[in-house]
């Protein structure tokens, strides 16, 4: 396994290839913008890309599929269907889920998708969006906006839930041994680093 990290434009959003090297084949993880940058990466990696996977619907996390998708039209997107666009006249709910893509796939609590060799689980981790999943891949938790190095995504948005995040925490916090933290923003940790010394993390394993 290997895992390239992009911070793309408009704010930073950390996206990443996820790579079987084995196999040759690649995922995308929240392509938040800047598709030509992150298809050129792609390209460099000398791997076939098959799938995008998304830990929530936020714009920041999507921005860039559709141009992937003009180069890749038949790979599939997997994302909620608790973060989807919704038909709404809300402005708050429409920025925050602001596009159609094609290929959608859903998927849940439990859920393995393989990628080659790879498999990667789905752990649904509601909190900062309704549909916000942690993807665990071996050792490696790809976190999304729900766990940060040192923080925590917000809950106030539309579909958000501090309760709901709380336990998101707690079941990660909760997880057995030691994982990498790869956060969807700001800098990667480690689970036990986090249990240290997350102030948030440490409230949800308290309560």
Not at 50 to 74: K, M, N, R, S, W
Request: contains cysteine.
């Amino acid at each position: 396994m290997k895992l390239e990290t992009l911070q793309v434009m408009p704010l930073g959003t950390n996206c990443y290839l996820l790579c079987d090297e084995e196999s040759g084949k690649c995922a995308v993880v929240d392509p938040g913008g800047e598709p030509e940058r992150i298809l050129r990466k792609v390209a460099e990696s000398g791997c076939a890309l098959q799938c995008i996977f998304l830990t929530h619907g936020h714009y920041d996390h999507t921005g860039g599929v559709a141009g992937i998708q003009e180069a890749h039209p038949d790979i599939p997107v997997y994302l909620s269907i608790k973060d989807r666009y919704k038909d709404t006249t809300d402005p708050r709910i429409k920025m925050l889920y602001p596009a159609l893509f094609g290929n959608l796939v859903d998927w849940k609590e439990g859920d393995q998708v393989m990628l080659g060799s790879l498999v990667v689980t789905v752990l649904e981790t509601p909190g900062h969006s309704k549909g916000s999943v942690t993807l665990q891949c071996g050792n490696v938790l790809l976190c999304g906006d729900t766990l940060f190095a040192g923080s925590c995504g917000r809950s106030d948005l539309a579909g958000g839930d501090t309760f709901e995040l709380l336990s998101s925490l707690r079941r990660l916090g909760r997880l057995e041994g030691n994982h990498v933290v790869l956060p969807g923003h700001m800098d990667p940790s480690d689970l036990d680093r986090e249990r240290e010394t997350n102030p948030y993390l440490r409230q949800a394993l308290r309560d």
